[in-house]
Nanobody, 123 residues
Framework: QVQLVESGGGSVQAGDSLRLSCAAS????????VGWFRQAPGKEREFIAR????????YYADSVKGRFTISRDNAKNTVYLQMNSLKPAETAVYYC????????????????WGQGTQVTVSS
C-alpha cells in the first residue's frame, strides 16, 4: 500500500503558475503509475494528466495540454504537476492518485488517493 500527500496549492491570479507535488510513502513508489485529477464544487472529478511508473509515458487532458506538465522523481518518491497560465475555471481541489496495475483517465482505475490540495485562481 502507498500513502499520498499533495502540496503546493494556493491562491493565484489568472495567468500565474503553480507546481503541485505528490509525495508518496509506503511501498516502492516506482512501481505505481500516477494520475492527477481535480474536482470543483458540484462537479465530477476530472482527469488532468497521468504518468507511467518509469516516467517515460505521459498523457494529458485536452483542456490542459501545452500548459500543464506532469513529471516524477522516483528517487524522491514524488510526482509533480507544473501548471502554467492558470484560469479561474480551474479553481478546484487537486488530487493525485496511484495505481499498481492498469491505469487511465477514470478515477476508478486508481486505488490510492491523497487528501487533495486547494487551488484557487482569481481573475
Amino acid at each position: 500500500q502507498v500513502q499520498l500527500v499533495e502540496s503546493g496549492g494556493g491562491s493565484v491570479q489568472a495567468g500565474d503558475s503553480l507546481r503541485l507535488s505528490c509525495a508518496a510513502s509506503g511501498r516502492t513508489f516506482s512501481g505505481y503509475a500516477v494520475g492527477w485529477f481535480r474536482q470543483a464544487p458540484g462537479k465530477e472529478r476530472e482527469f488532468i494528466a497521468r504518468i507511467s511508473w518509469s516516467g517515460s509515458s505521459t498523457y494529458y487532458a485536452d483542456s490542459v495540454k501545452g500548459r500543464f506538465t506532469i513529471s516524477r522523481d522516483n528517487a524522491k518518491n514524488t510526482v509533480y504537476l507544473q501548471m502554467n497560465s492558470l484560469k479561474p475555471a480551474e479553481t478546484a481541489v487537486y488530487y493525485c492518485a496511484a495505481s499498481s496495475g492498469y491505469y487511465g483517465d477514470r478515477p476508478t482505475m486508481y486505488a490510492y488517493w491523497g487528501q487533495g490540495t486547494q487551488v484557487t485562481v482569481s481573475s
